[in-house]
């Protein structure tokens, strides 16, 4: 069965309303964006997650080992999401449990120098923004993929039964569960009765 992530939370009420549900991955961006989130907060997203045992993804776009260090322990994050140009080396060096982001477009990058330093792969569609931008890209080019990995891009309770057709192990899920630019629980309600 497919794990859940709903990313981009952004405020204290969001966690407060969303930790009850079955979703088993909090995302909190650092990287800029509409959805940016200080260390601070972000602390305080992850102590609330912990109290209903979900763990927190800090989402993090072309930053130092430093800086993504340095705010992973301060947030407390339990897994580290970089969606940028990082290097296999950059995970080398980083450590700690990492999803590396793969933009796609019509075929799956070679992730074969980052596997022994990656927990999962996280494939995401190509598009303007590194992440978030709501478009799918053509599930079938993951039909005959031989290693667990995440699915992101454009993901909602209109296509999510297709998404899960493809077993991946967890699935990303952002812009399209949002309503005013906050996350919609009933939007996640709908997505949570498909994948659980």
């Not at 939370?9 to 549900?21: C, D, T, Y």
């Not at 322990?73 to 590396?100: V, Y």
């Not at 477009?105 to 709501?134: A, M, Q, S, V, W």
Request: net charge neutral.
């Amino acid at each position: 069965m497919s794990k859940l992530k709903i990313c981009g939370i952004r405020s204290m009420e969001e966690i407060l309303e969303l930790a009850e549900l079955d979703i088993d991955y909090f995302g909190c961006i650092f990287a800029k964006s509409p959805r940016q989130v200080s260390a601070d907060l972000a602390k305080k997203i992850t102590e609330t997650a912990h109290q209903y045992n979900k763990k927190t993804v800090g989402v993090f776009v072309n930053s130092s080992v430093d800086e993504i260090r340095e705010i992973r322990n301060a947030a407390k994050l339990d897994i580290i999401q970089l969606h940028g140009d990082e290097s296999p080396n950059f995970c080398k060096k980083l450590g700690g449990t990492i999803w590396k982001v793969f933009r796609v477009f019509d075929k799956i990058p070679d992730i074969l120098p980052y596997k022994e330093y990656i927990e999962y792969p996280l494939f995401d569609t190509k598009g303007k923004e590194h992440g978030g931008n709501g478009i799918v890209f053509d599930w079938s080019i993951l039909e005959n993929l031989n290693y667990p990995y995440i699915l992101a891009g454009g993901l909602s309770e209109k296509n999510i039964k297709d998404a899960l057709k493809y077993n991946p192990a967890v699935l990303d899920v952002n812009s399209r569960v949002e309503i005013n630019n906050r996350k919609d629980k009933k939007l996640i309600l709908d997505i949570i009765n498909i994948v659980k």
